[in-house]
DNA sequence: ATAATATATCGAAACATTTGAATGTTTAAA
DNA sequence: TTTAAACATTCAAATGTTTCGATATATTAT
């Protein structure tokens, strides 16, 4: 499969910053936020907070704490309904960490 | 600018397993070891540990112990030549690292 | 064998992360 | 406007990570 993908001002040597690489792969390293994430496999749109909390097996602050990480990460994109929150992937954030690994390779 | 970039195709049979994924994520969660990774962009073949001393203002063991965990990670094969070390990258492990991570999206 | 070089392991200090109880905030319904 | 539900924040304990000095091990040259 080949993705053909936009990323803003993208220099030759550095796609995206090594801050941001270490954010993002510190947030996807943890197992209840890979579940969180593997949810998406599932479920395409988006993911309520209500959700995770049920397929989660954790106090409702470290449910939080967790999605605090991926949003701060910019993996998980919030929206609030009401009094309800939802996520959603940030795929243009993903396909650039992506990228990047990619870019490791020859 | 636009990048084409090859994504290995996610199969339900070979895909990772969760702990190796978190162990990947965390090994990539570190901007000592990112800064490791980052030269296989410029020194496509391998690098020699020499090098990477060199490379990172950090005492010897801490190189050490950077990279541990990324051959415990199995993202770098780590080759003896004689009293020397070699790394080069694992790329089917990172392949597979990032056929993951597009899993994740539709 | 002895010395020198390259790398690993141990141990401890400093620091960061995870977790949940308690509590705070926001929103919507009654 | 009182109440309830959804979510965030604070704090502290437990646990994990990073770092380096000291020391161990392995390989090679002398």
Request: proline letters at 5%; glycine letters at 2%.
């Amino acid at each position: 499969m080949y993705l053909f993908i936009f990323v803003p001002e993208f220099k030759q040597g550095d796609s995206m910053d090594s801050k941001k690489i270490e954010k993002i792969s510190r947030a996807i390293s943890d197992p209840s936020r890979i579940q969180i994430l593997q949810q998406f496999r599932k479920k395409r749109e988006c993911l309520h907070c209500s959700e995770i909390h049920d397929m989660l097996d954790l106090a409702q602050p470290s449910i939080s704490h967790h999605l605090k990480q991926l949003v701060d990460a910019d993996i998980l994109l919030p929206e609030k309904e009401g009094r309800n929150l939802k996520y959603v992937l940030n795929k243009p954030v993903l396909d650039e960490y992506i990228a990047f690994l990619s870019s490791l390779q020859a």
